[in-house]
């Protein structure tokens, strides 16, 4: 199975601040990258797949990058709302396989 | 809208098997657009992909559970269905069923396969 490594595993911003966060595949997925919001309580969400795309109604400030083994997603502006785990999947081989998610807590 | 519901028993035993349905509302599981998925996540983990099936009854298994899993559908009652057999403690987690986009091409570039509607999930405990 491919596995996925998130950094950090926590991370403490304020409203407003930009920040990354990184994604890597321990072998080439090429692009087949996602990228998951999930607050306490709640179901993951789509937020970009194809290691850019945003999907359908996700807010511009989410953007994604990144090909073959090093993904980033980045929130430009964060809002009070963005503050949740978040999970890069690759699906570049089966069985898809998720990372160990990335808290972003308000500081 | 696609809205995904599970449900099903919430506390097992050890060796007992973990039976839960996904009811689909808002559009029909025969449409042929998704494949149907079952996700679970452990406390704390990221999530982790169990499998899915295309309302022809096409399956496919992460083969860590292989052995103990089954996953059908039932167009009738459009709903889809999990098995897994021989539960342990390693199995409690929350359990979600969730529509899957297989992957395609589009001007040029390719996507892979993502989960794009999930249900509210539901806790499963095995506990003796």
């Known amino acids: 199975d491919i596995q996925m490594t998130q950094s950090p595993s926590s991370l403490s911003a304020s409203v407003g601040d930009r920040v990354t966060i990184a994604c890597r595949a321990d072998?080439?997925?090429?692009?087949?990258l996602n990228w998951y919001q999930q607050k306490p309580g709640k179901a993951p969400k789509l937020l970009i797949y194809?290691?850019?795309k945003l999907q359908s109604g996700v807010p511009s400030r989410f953007s994604g990058s990144g090909s073959r083994t090093d993904f980033t997603l980045t929130i430009s502006s964060l809002q009070p709302e963005d503050f949740a785990t978040y999970y890069c999947?690759?699906?570049?081989?089966?069985?898809?396989?998720f990372g160990q998610g990335t808290k972003l807590e308000i500081k | 809208q696609v809205q995904l519901q599970e449900s099903g028993p919430g506390l097992l035993k050890p060796s007992q098997t973990l039976s839960l349905t996904c009811t689909v509302s808002?559009?029909?599981?025969?449409?042929?657009?998704?494949?149907w998925s079952w996700i679970r996540q452990h406390p704390g983990k990221g999530p982790e992909w169990i499998g899915y099936?295309?309302?022809?009854?096409?399956?496919y298994y992460n083969p860590s559970l292989k052995s103990r899993l089954s996953i059908s559908v039932d167009t009738s009652k459009n709903q889809f269905s999990l098995q897994l057999g021989s539960v342990t403690a390693a199995d409690t987690a929350i359990y979600y069923c969730?529509?899957?986009?297989?992957?395609?091409?589009?001007?040029?570039?390719?996507?892979?396969?993502?989960?794009?509607?999930w249900g509210q999930g539901t806790l499963v405990t095995v506990s003796s």
């Open positions: 099936i295309h309302y022809s009854g096409n399956t």
């Open positions: 808002g559009g029909s599981i025969s449409s042929g657009g998704y494949y």
């Open positions: 072998q080439n997925i090429n692009r087949y």
């Open positions: 194809g290691a850019s």
């Open positions: 999947q690759q699906c570049y081989s089966a069985p898809n396989t």
């Open positions: 969730a529509t899957v986009v297989s992957g395609y091409c589009s001007t040029g570039t390719c996507y892979g396969e993502y989960f794009d509607h």
